[in-house]
C-alpha cells in the first residue's frame, strides 16, 4: 500500500471511530410502553407520563425514546408485545394497567419495570412490598380495587330502597374475581343482592347496559379495568342510553356524564410512574424506589346527568362530594 493512501485510511479511521464511540454515548435510552387498551382513550394519560419524564429531565423525541404497544383491548396479544420490547432491550418498561403489569413481569427479571394499577401490587404478586418492592418491579397504585365496597354503600346510599345492586367487570381483568368476591361479601350486611355482569368488548358493555333493567337493581358499579378506562364516554353516554344510574372511579367518567364517582386519579399515577421511569433511566434500581400511593380519594357527582336521569342526590351525599358538576 503506498504512504498516502495508508495515511487517508489511517485519518479516515480516526475520524470514524471517535464519532461511532459518541454516537454510542449519545444514543437516548427507550421506554416501551405497554397497556391493554386502545391510545385514543388514554392520550391525557400518556401527556401526564411524559410530564412526570421531564420533571425528572426526560423528553420524548430529544434525550429519550418511547415504544407504544397496545393491546386495543386483546389481552391476549400482551404476551407477545411484551416479549417484542423485552427482544428490544428498552431501559425501562412502563406497564401500565393490571394485566400488562403482570404479563410484563413475567416477561423480564432483569429490564426494570414501572407499573399502574388500581390494585394491591403485593396481592397480586408484583412486590414483595410497597416500601421495598424488591426484584425489577416498581410503580404507582390507586388501591381502586380495595374501594369497591365502599362504591357498594354510595350505591345504597343512593338509593337506598334498592334491594338489589350490580357490579360490571372484565372477565379477563386479573381483578374482576377479587374485586366481585369482596363487593358480594358486602352487600349481606347493607340487605342487597349483587349482581355481576361481564364485558370484554364493547357488544358485551352495551349488552350489560340493555339487560340492567331485568334485574332491578337500584345502581351499576362499574369496575376498573384499562378497557373501560379508555372509552369513560362510551360508559356514560350508555348510562344515559339506557337510563342507568352508574357509578365508575374517575373523574373522566362523570365530566363525560357519568353520574357518580369515587376513587383516586389514573392521570396523578400516570403522571408520577413517569417521575419513577425518569429516576430509573438516571441509574437509581426499581428494588429500592418504594411503591408510590394514591392519597387522594375524590366523590364526584353530576347533577345534570341526575336530572336527565330523574335521580334525587341526598343532601347528605351531596354534602360529601369532592365536585358537584351542574
Not at 69 to 94: F, K, M, N, S, T
Not at 112 to 125: L, M, R, Y
Not at 211 to 236: C, E, I, K, W, Y
Request: charged share 15%.
Amino acid at each position: 500500500m503506498k504512504r498516502r493512501e495508508f495515511i487517508a485510511l489511517f485519518g479516515c479511521a480516526a475520524v470514524t471511530r471517535p464519532l461511532a464511540a459518541r454516537a454510542q454515548q449519545t444514543a437516548m435510552p427507550v421506554i416501551g410502553f405497554l397497556n391493554g387498551a386502545s391510545p385514543g382513550g388514554y392520550q391525557h394519560y400518556i401527556a401526564a407520563f411524559r410530564e412526570g419524564l421531564k420533571e425528572g429531565g426526560y423528553i420524548e423525541g430529544q434525550n429519550v425514546a418511547i415504544e407504544y404497544r397496545w393491546a386495543e383491548g386483546h389481552y391476549e396479544r400482551l404476551p407477545d408485545l411484551a416479549a417484542d420490547l423485552v427482544r428490544r432491550q428498552v431501559a425501562v418498561l412502563a406497564a401500565t394497567s393490571t394485566p400488562a403489569n403482570l404479563i410484563g413481569k413475567a416477561a423480564t427479571q432483569t429490564i426494570p419495570i414501572v407499573f399502574t394499577t388500581a390494585s394491591d401490587p403485593v396481592h397480586i404478586g408484583l412486590v414483595a412490598s410497597l416500601s421495598h418492592p424488591g426484584g425489577n418491579v416498581t410503580g404507582v397504585t390507586q388501591l381502586n380495587v380495595e374501594l369497591g365496597p365502599k362504591r357498594l354503600e354510595l350505591a345504597h346510599e343512593l338509593m337506598p330502597d334498592a334491594t338489589a345492586m350490580a357490579l360490571l367487570v372484565n372477565p379477563v381483568n386479573p381483578s374482576a374475581a377479587g374485586l366481585s368476591k369482596d363487593v358480594a361479601a358486602a352487600a349481606p350486611a347493607l340487605g342487597l343482592k349483587l349482581h355481576v355482569l361481564n364485558a370484554s368488548t364493547e357488544p358485551e358493555m352495551e349488552a350489560a347496559f340493555a339487560a340492567f333493567p331485568s334485574l332491578h337493581a337500584g345502581v351499576l358499579m362499574v369496575g376498573t379495568d384499562a378497557f373501560f378506562n379508555a372509552r369513560s364516554r362510551q360508559l356514560a353516554a350508555l348510562s344515559l342510553r339506557y337510563r342507568v344510574p352508574t357509578i365508575y372511579q374517575f373523574h373522566e367518567f362523570t365530566a363525560a356524564g357519568g353520574l357518580m364517582s369515587y376513587g383516586g386519579s389514573i392521570v396523578d399515577s400516570y403522571h408520577a410512574a413517569g417521575v419513577l421511569a425518569a429516576r430509573i433511566l438516571k441509574g437509581e434500581r426499581a428494588a429500592d424506589l418504594p411503591v408510590q400511593q394514591s392519597t387522594k380519594v375524590e366523590l364526584i357527582v353530576n347533577l345534570k346527568t341526575a336530572k336527565t336521569l330523574g335521580v334525587t342526590i341526598p343532601l347528605v351525599l351531596l354534602g360529601r362530594a369532592d365536585e358537584v358538576i351542574e
